[in-house]
């Protein structure tokens, strides 16, 4: 049934169906609605769990982490200064290969502060090991949800669902909640296979020598690897189940005629898709939305991007001087393919919270067309009155 | 008819069945209070337990993958998070139905500096775990660096003592009373000098539905510098100069204490380490130090009723100096 619904009230809603054992968390916006709506839920004895309200995002990570490790399906939510508190639990979590899901509300990362949304913080901990999914609309904040714990617990990986701050969680939206029985059908049981259990004792989390140490790894690169098919499995028994496209490596809109392809993550593909229709006297584009970007698909990146002369990555985060974070892997990703000439035009844009429009992809085509940006990365919409006076 | 066997107590106890929760093969140094710990407080918790344990010296030392010391289900996570971890493990064995209790590990510095926070909300959500904190008093795994911990005027590699310090500036925290201020329902200190201490309170925390803290001086002989062979006796030291009281609080409120028989001078502890030994140089700075380290030992005695004048009947080891206050056995005169 549709109803219309905050963002972070669906999200709740469906984490409840999922049934999670134990969800900790701390309040920090953006995130904050989600997790007022699980405890509601909890108060209101809709949801049956352990909520533990815990004193940082660092205990909430580590909270959810024991829960896990004795055998609970576990949940957590953060953002932000959040995430990077979390850090150093995150790479644990992923490293002792603990199923959980945790939703990133996205957010920018101080300084200057900023409660606006950017994907600064989740790209921040791209490397802990988790598989990152970043979703395009509530609907699929909800539907990648419910995937999340099922491709976590298949795997033995954790997995961050992103969705974008305010733009997802703080909206509403016509959204179809899947029913429990959907739910309880495409998401089985947890069944940890190395449950802290005093029946059988294990010891998890020694110390691990040069020994050993490389083959653990090898082997975590190699699940991540493994995740590709699970996540594109995912999408094909989802909409077996459900009837909805939802989920998968990336998407592709494509047009016939379309030489320039532009590479978006997160919300902004629906502005965009927009725009696309709206602006026909701009030439035609290839609208590639990456979901996953953990593992990174790099056979389906190279398979979209076929017949492309230009392709113009958008994103809204970067290294400082480095580049574009996206830029880069979709670089790497695509200089292995035989189409290798194409130009590769990096914006970062967005940052902070400020808005991508309508108006935002014109200019952005314009400026490709004339030739105003060239491949490499910059920062787009800087204005200069605004800069601070250097010395 | 019926064989009367004579067996003397000695020998009766060496005989008990003991579970054996932590085994030896780990790689700790000889004299290592830690070992001992965690091999006494999993023997009176039995087997029924899952510990989370902290970064540190017995996280290192007892399990060198592929082996592990570890009789029982363990997990490290990282320095600062094992109360947090343990949170999470109880909250999931209550979801699940599962009684089993969490027993968490860590040393001085995942306790009173890094892992602090945790341990605070831990205590304060009121989760069924009984923390044991063995308290070495430095960062001894990455090599003697200075904890919150580090007795006053105690050398470390991090407050070495020389021409312009004597060694630690500052105070030793004091874990207990800030622990018992989160109104918990009981936490005590006690020593790896006495193991039926240990094991009784570990009995009456285990017995407990909610958070319990356990605060154990345990030797380092290579943190504070003494022969490996001294650790007890540097331990009993600790206790018998006041330097380390040993007490007990319920709800906050103190409840009992170990009296000491016989108080013995803090110079008697501190001669024997060499953590120490700068004090000993003919230096009025130094002199100041020990009559500093003597009075603390005084305050102590006096804030927590430590002394004790009437003989103990019960004493059998030879011991004559302590036995605690409501002993079981208190008006018991064979």
């Known amino acids: 049934m549709t109803e219309a619904l905050e963002g972070s009230q669906a999200i709740a809603r469906t984490v409840a169906a999922c049934k999670p054992q134990v969800v900790a968390a701390y309040p920090i916006t953006p995130q904050t609605h989600i997790v007022e709506n699980i405890s509601k839920l909890v108060a209101d004895g809709k949801f049956n769990c352990e909520y533990i309200s815990v004193e940082s995002e660092f205990s909430a990570a580590s909270v959810v982490l024991g829960a896990a490790a004795a055998g609970s399906r576990a949940y957590t939510a953060t953002a932000s200064q959040g995430i990077l508190l979390m850090s150093e639990v995150l790479y644990d979590i992923a490293g002792l290969r603990i199923p959980l899901v945790l939703t990133c509300a996205n957010r920018a990362v101080s300084a200057p502060i900023s409660i606006w949304n950017d994907h600064q913080d989740s790209m921040a901990v791209r490397d802990a090991g988790w598989i990152q999914l970043y979703c395009a609309d509530n609907q699929e904040a909800v539907d990648t949800t419910v995937q999340a714990f099922r491709i976590a617990e298949q795997l033995e990986i954790p997995v961050m669902v992103c969705v974008d701050g305010f733009t997802l969680t703080h909206t509403l939206e016509p959204i179809d909640l899947p029913s429990q029985e959907v739910v309880d059908q495409f998401l089985p049981p947890f069944k940890f296979s190395r449950p802290l259990n005093t029946a059988s004792p294990i010891s998890v989390g020694t110390l691990v020598s040069p020994d050993y140490y490389t083959e653990v790894r090898y082997q975590h690169q190699q699940a991540m690897r493994g995740a590709l098919a699970v996540i594109e499995q995912c999408r094909e028994e989802w909409r077996a189940l459900i009837g909805r496209d939802s989920g998968g490596l990336l998407e592709i809109h494509d047009d016939a005629d379309a030489k320039i392809g532009l590479l978006v993550i997160g ?75 194409l130009n590769i035009i990096n914006v970062a844009m967005g940052l902070g919270g400020r808005d991508m429009t309508l108006d935002t992809y014109r200019l952005l085509i314009e400026k490709v067309v004339n030739g105003e940006l060239q491949p490499g990365f910059s920062i787009f919409d800087v204005d200069p009155n605004k800069l601070a006076p250097t010395a | 008819m019926t064989t009367v066997e004579t067996i003397n107590c000695r020998e009766l106890r060496e005989q008990q069945p003991r579970f054996q929760g932590f085994v030896a093969g780990h790689r700790a140094c000889a004299g290592c209070g830690a070992a001992i710990i965690g091999r006494v407080v999993l023997e009176a918790t039995g087997p029924d337990v899952i510990v989370a344990n902290a970064t540190g010296c017995l996280e290192v030392f007892s399990t060198a993958w592929p082996q592990s010391s570890w009789r029982v289900p363990w997990m490290h996570s990282v320095f600062e998070n094992a109360a947090a971890v343990a949170s999470g493990i109880e909250a999931a064995l209550k979801a699940q139905g599962r009684d089993s209790k969490v027993v968490v590990f860590g040393g001085d510095g995942g306790t009173f500096d890094i892992g602090f926070q945790t341990l605070s909300g831990m205590l304060e959500r009121f989760h069924n775990v009984l923390y044991v904190c063995y308290d070495n008093e430095a960062y001894m795994n990455t090599g003697i660096q200075r904890s919150s911990s580090t007795p006053h005027a105690a050398a470390t590699t991090t407050s070495p003592a020389g021409k312009a310090r004597m060694g630690k500036r500052h105070l030793k925290k004091d874990i207990v009373s800030i622990v018992a201020a989160h109104h918990i329902p009981y936490a005590a200190t006690t020593s790896v000098a006495y193991l039926s201490d240990i094991k009784r309170k570990v009995r009456r925390a285990m017995a407990i539905d909610g958070p319990t803290f356990l605060h154990i001086h345990s030797p380092c002989p290579l943190g504070w510098g003494h022969e490996s062979n001294l650790s007890i006796e540097v331990a009993r030291l600790a206790v018998e100069t006041g330097l380390f009281p040993i007490i007990e609080l319920e709800r906050g409120h103190q409840v009992g204490c170990m009296p000491i028989r016989n108080i013995k001078p803090v110079t008697d502890y501190l001669k024997l380490q060499k953590r120490f030994q700068h004090l000993f140089a003919d230096d009025p700075k130094a002199r100041e130090e020990l009559e500093h380290l003597q009075a603390l030992a005084d305050y102590n005695i006096e804030r927590f009723g430590l002394r004790e004048d009437k003989p103990d009947n019960n004493d059998s080891s030879g011991l004559n100096v302590i036995h605690r206050q409501q002993s079981r056995t208190e008006n018991w005169n064979p």
């Open chain 1, 267 to 341: 919300s902004v593909t629906g502005t965009f898709l927009e725009a696309r229709e709206l602006f026909t006297d701009l030439p035609a584009t290839r609208l590639i939305r990456l979901r996953s970007f953990r593992p990174f698909p790099v056979t389906a990146l190279q398979q979209a991007c076929t017949g492309l002369e230009t392709l113009i990555v958008v994103e809204r985060a970067f290294s400082p001087g480095g580049g574009g974070i996206v830029g880069n892997e979709t670089k790497a990703a695509l200089s292995d393919a035989k189409n290798n000439t």
